[in-house]
């Protein structure tokens, strides 16, 4: 059985946040090398979505089981030239893994809570999600009641109302870059071009930025934008974004000078070029222009938390435009988000070798890990404080109800149902192996016994990766009520 470890880290991370006095009677002495989370300036999660009734209905497999908070495998199914099948196995570590029974509750107070509180002290923070059309990311940014988008603005505007923050204001900008050019989603996609000034900066000229006073006010904003956005139907996807959008969430002090920035990113579905299932020039165009720009993004946040001299900022007018959002007091959380089925093993090693170029983490025991725990950036005086105070009531943990029981009945179900098809499928290859042993000559039967070892040595290592999904989610469900 082949197995690859995990890519190799070489360096540790850098460009670390400004911190006031107070915050160094409060970290932790660490040996060279280490970083906590306070010091931590990108972060990169992955979520994994549960399987759906289709994949399940035609018996697909979940191969990317979890081995711990921050580590997950991949038990990718594979067939030799001579149609010997086998499993190529492989091991990622990220800040954070999120199973598929992880709420966008509890992904929210892991990786964009912080950067709210970031902007809140005058930073610039940069949330996206990255992964194959159809692994989850609307889900996750977009969903109407628990996405990402919804539950930062929540925490906005509560913030807003608080006496420390009330004179400052929210403004709203939402464009696109479709092959190259910026179209300004909430002004009639009026074309727009990014500036460079003496100092580095770049400003986008033409980008009509919105006051908003409310939530509603900001999804009515959001959903608008988004019926302007390019899309184009693909293999994989129907409605498959073409662009990458960009939502920019600014706080403006009175006189209309910037006090803090945040930028939700939702890229262009990354599918490969076979997957587009067209051979039409203006597919492969954007195909071509969405992985020249991803690329430009890997590089320049991995050169970034490389503390290279340079990043290729100018590799493409996504990085370029996000630059002043990278340097500086600034915080960036990636999350990659990955489908667990087997035929679907290609898109999620693509989208973990993505994400794992980006840190390459060297497992749990890397230096860099020893910190990190689940908390939010370190306080810099009195403004953050007024923060935390403001969130106090939501760090609690959730209390168990009916709802997540369900959950986790019908997740125990589709476990049980998985083992059953299992078991027949083993039942079969007896029944099958037997008739054989009794008709063929022995010369097949040598053949025949071959295939017969080789299909149970697969049927075990699934039957393994079924008990190994099942112990890991028992083992999170007592720690999580342990915590209650």
């Not at 954070?96 to 005058?122: C, E, W």
């Not at 925490?155 to 939402?174: C, H, M, Q, S």
Request: contains cysteine; proline residues 3%; aromatic residues 6%.
């Amino acid at each position: 059985m082949k197995k690859t470890p995990s890519s190799i880290n070489r360096t540790r991370n850098s460009l670390l946040f400004k911190r006031s006095p107070v915050d160094n009677n409060h970290l932790a002495r660490s040996e060279p090398g280490t970083r906590s989370i306070q010091e931590q300036k990108i972060k990169v999660c992955v979520r994994k979505r549960p399987l759906s009734k289709r994949e399940i209905a035609i018996n697909e497999l979940d191969i990317a089981p979890l081995s711990g908070t921050r580590s997950i495998e991949i038990h990718a199914p594979k067939q030799k030239v001579d149609l010997t099948k086998y499993t190529d196995q492989h091991s990622f570590t990220f800040d954070q893994v999120f199973d598929a029974s992880t709420s966008n509750r509890t992904i929210y107070q892991k990786t964009t809570k912080p950067l709210i509180d970031h902007m809140f002290q005058g930073g610039k923070a940069t949330c996206f999600a990255y992964g194959q059309t159809g692994s989850g990311k609307t889900y996750t940014m977009l969903d109407s009641k628990h996405g990402l988008y919804v539950q930062a603005t929540s925490d906005i505007f509560r913030l807003l109302n608080t006496p420390e923050y009330n004179k400052l204001e929210a403004w709203v900008g939402y464009y696109e870059i479709y092959q190259g050019q910026l179209f300004d989603l909430l002004n009639k996609r009026r074309a727009l071009i990014p500036r460079e000034d003496g100092k580095g900066n770049v400003h986008i000229s033409g980008l009509k930025e919105h006051r908003i006073h409310s939530v509603t006010t900001m999804m009515q904003a959001f959903d608008f934008g988004n019926r302007e956005r390019t899309t184009s139907k693909t293999k994989t996807n129907d409605t498959s974004s073409r662009s990458h959008a960009i939502l920019q969430i600014l706080l403006k002090k009175p006189d209309e000078t910037m006090h803090g920035k945040l930028n939700f990113i939702d890229l262009a579905g990354s599918e490969r070029g076979t997957d587009r299932g067209s051979t039409d020039i203006k597919l492969r165009l954007e195909g071509a222009e969405i992985n020249r720009s991803l690329l430009a993004l890997k590089e320049c946040i991995r050169a970034l938390d490389k503390d290279k001299k340079h990043a290729p900022f100018r590799g493409s007018k996504l990085t370029m435009v996000l630059k002043d959002s990278f340097v500086g007091n600034s915080m960036t959380c990636m999350i990659a988000t990955i489908s667990p089925n087997n035929s679907n093993s290609d898109h999620t090693l693509n989208t973990l070798r993505y994400a794992d170029r980006v840190k390459e983490l060297r497992g749990e025991s890397d230096p860099r890990l020893s910190s990190n725990i689940d908390t939010h950036v370190a306080p810099a005086a009195q403004p953050i404080h007024s923060v935390r105070e403001v969130h106090a009531e939501e760090d609690g943990h959730e209390k168990l109800d009916k709802n997540h029981i369900r959950e986790f009945l019908h997740w125990h179900q589709v476990e049980v149902h998985g083992n059953e098809l299992q078991l027949k499928e083993a039942k079969k290859l007896i029944e099958d192996f037997s008739l054989d042993l009794e008709n063929a000559n022995l010369d097949m039967i040598q053949y025949k016994y071959t295939k017969y070892k080789q299909t149970l040595e697969d049927l075990l290592h699934r039957k393994v990766c079924f008990i190994e999904n099942l112990k890991n989610r028992i083992k999170k469900e007592l720690v999580d009520e342990q915590e209650l």
